[in-house]
Each structure stands twice: as C-alpha cells, then as structure tokens.
T-cell receptor, first 107, second 117 residues
Framework: TQLLEQSPQFLSIQEGENLTVYCNSSSVFSSLQWYRQEPGEGPVLLVTVVTGGEVKKLKRLTFQFGDARKDSSLHITAAQPGDTGLYLC???????FGQGTRLTINP | DSGVTQTPKHLITATGQRVTLRCSPR?????VYWYQQSLDQGLQFLIQYYNGEERAKGNILERFSAQQFPDLHSELNLSSLELGDSALYFC????????????????FGEGSRLTVL
C-alpha cells in the first residue's frame, strides 16, 4: 500500500513569514496533487506535478516534485491569513491522501 | 461551487442505526469516489465507481456499502453505526476513472457530517 506522510501536521505562523510543508513516500508516484481544504468545504485542487524535479508556481505558492518522484514540497512566501487551511497531497490515482498539514496564518 | 452535490449536509443518529448518504456528481463525470475524513486521520479512500461499476476499494468496512445508479448518482450506506463512524464523508467525481498516471482533477462535494451518539 502506498502511503503519503505529510509534515508538519500543524503549523501556525505570523503573516508575512515563509513556510515549507512536505509530502513524503517510500513509493514512486507517476504524479502527485496538492489540494487545499477550507473549513466546511471539500478539498480543491491547487496543482498537479508530473515530472521528477518539476517546479510549479502559483502566485506565492511554489510546488516541487522530487527527482525520484517520491516526495513533494509546498513553499509559501509571505504567508497571508487567506492561506489558512488544510493542505493535502494525493497520489496519482487519488486513492491515497496524506493526513494533511493544518496551516494557520495569524494576522 | 464544485458541481458535486451531497445530501444530507448534517446527520445525527444513534449507535446501531443505518444511514444513507447521497452524492450527485458533476454533470458529465462518470467516476465517483467516497472518502471518510476523521479529525485525526485525514482523507481515507473508501470506494470508487465508474459508470455504475465498482473500480477500486479501499479500507471500507463490511458494514458500509455503496452503489452508483444508471443516472450516475451514488449512495453510501452505513449500517450498525458505531461511535467511531462519526466523521465527514466526502464524495468526489472526475470524468475518467483512475488510471496509472491519471492526472485528472477530483471535484469534491461539501461533505456530509455524520454524528453517531
């Protein structure tokens, strides 16, 4: 069974700071997705990474897929309160999700 | 609005009871996924259907069952409910079934919050 481990599980920082969250596995994934979930809502797709070493940017969010396609990271620059939420990574077939990183950005 | 509709939004019931959760996928989506989200366990995949047929099964309990109907809506049946079944149950849909290398997006409903007392 493919497992995805996310770290940290909880992160609370001040507005304007930078942060990185991680999604790791011992398995190789053909692609990996990041979703964000806000309270009372379902997860919403942020990005899909496919190629080992790939870097994708979404405004202040930078996503990287590891060279070996076993891990991924999400870096947020100058975090804002609107970035608050649960960030989930998911393997290619969406049958496996990480447990998520619950991010809180304090004004 | 993702286009995926789940009902009911909230449900409170007692142990031992049976409930049915309903999901209408996005128009045109053939594949439906069910997930359970508990406070400390993230999203756990339960089961997936494509065009009426079961395509993948996760750690779904024998007390739980699901089906997808000809109009593509899906129902998740939870029976002999226990306190530990209290969770958010999400339905998601996508156009294609999961395939190796599939990069398709999942569209999630807002979930059904089940509380078992």
């Amino acid at each position: 069974t493919q497992l995805l481990e996310q770290s940290p599980q909880f992160l609370s920082i001040q507005e304007g700071e930078n942060l990185t969250v991680y999604c790791n596995s011992s398995s190789v994934f053909s692609s990996l997705q990041w979703y964000r979930q806000e309270p009372g809502e379902g997860p919403v797709l942020l990005v899909t990474v496919v190629t080992g070493g790939e870097v994708k940017k979404l405004k202040r969010l930078t996503f990287q897929f590891g060279d070996a396609r076993k891990d991924s990271s999400l870096h947020i620059t100058a975090a804002q309160p609107g970035d608050t939420g649960l960030y989930l990574c998911a393997g290619a077939q969406k049958l496996v999700f990480g447990q998520g990183t619950r991010l809180t950005i304090n004004p | 609005d993702s286009g995926v509709t789940q009902t009911p939004k909230h449900l409170i019931t007692a142990t031992g009871q049976r409930v049915t959760l309903r999901c209408s996928p996005r128009s045109g989506d053939l594949s439906v996924y069910w997930y359970q989200q508990s406070l400390d366990q993230g999203l756990q995949f339960l089961i997936q259907y494509y065009n009426g047929e079961e395509r993948a099964k996760g750690n779904i309990l024998e007390r739980f069952s699901a089906q997808q109907f000809p109009d593509l809506h899906s129902e998740l049946n939870l029976s002999s409910l226990e306190l530990g079944d209290s969770a958010l149950y999400f339905c998601a849909s996508s156009l294609h079934p999961m395939r190796r290398g599939d990069t398709g997006e999942l569209f999630f409903g807002e979930g059904s919050r089940l509380t078992v007392l």
